[in-house]
């Protein structure tokens, strides 16, 4: 049998980022509060779990962020995961600004860190390393404190726009991924 050979090392910055784009994910808005106690945030679709045990989160910001450098100074950050009623809010976060808080409700963690009302759920973590990631940096949390859980559905971010889920539930994985982080098919997992 005979493979075909595939693919292409000629492309450009725009086809690599429209073939990332079909990847769909969520949508957060990654929070702190700098020394003079102003909150300061930004939109952040490349947010995942990534450990259950010890509990750890990553993001990654582009090294240009102004909110970054900000969080890097303070060492914590509040992860909010946003509702599919809350794409005003990723579009607030996801533009350069100097109060996007202005508009915008929000209450404090236990570290005292923005919680943006009204997400579906939310993570207090402390920065644990940031590592080099080419234009961006890689940046992982340890969770120290989790956030209540509304029932809301999620805000999705696919080819450059927002999605909406219809169906909270969707077909149970195969029970081999019982450990693995995002599995939600036991009791195992918050
Ligand atoms: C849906 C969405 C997802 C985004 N994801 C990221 C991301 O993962 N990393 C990042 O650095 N910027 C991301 N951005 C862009 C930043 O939110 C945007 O550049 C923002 O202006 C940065 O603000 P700052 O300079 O105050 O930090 C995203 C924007 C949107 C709307």
Redesign the pocket.
């Known amino acids: 049998m005979s493979h075909a050979s595939r693919g292409t090392t000629d492309f450009d910055p725009r086809q690599f980022r429209t073939a990332m784009g079909q990847f769909c994910t969520g ?1 957060t808005v990654i929070t702190t509060l700098d020394a003079e106690g102003s909150p ?1 945030g ?5 947010f995942a779990a990534l450990s259950l045990d010890p509990p750890l989160v990553l ?4 090294k ?5 450098k900000v969080i890097e100074t303070a060492g914590r950050f509040c992860v909010n995961i946003l509702s599919n009623h809350q794409q005003d809010v ?2 607030t ?5 100097t109060d996007k808080f202005a508009h915008i409700d929000w209450d404090r963690s236990p570290g005292g860190l923005p919680v943006i009302r009204h997400c579906i759920t939310w993570a207090q973590c402390d920065i644990e390393r940031v590592d080099d990631g080419g234009d ?1 940096f890689i940046v992982i949390g340890r969770v120290t404190v989790l956030g209540e859980m509304l029932q809301d559905k999620p805000l999705l ?1 696919y080819r450059g726009g927002y999605l909406s889920t219809e169906h909270p539930r969707v077909t149970p994985a195969q029970a081999e991924l019982e450990n693995f982080l995002t599995w939600t098919g036991g009791d195992t997992w918050l």
């Open positions: 949508v300061a930004f939109a952040c679709q490349s993001f990654c910001p582009q240009t962020s102004r909110s970054w990723s579009a976060f996801g533009a350069p600004g961006h971010f």
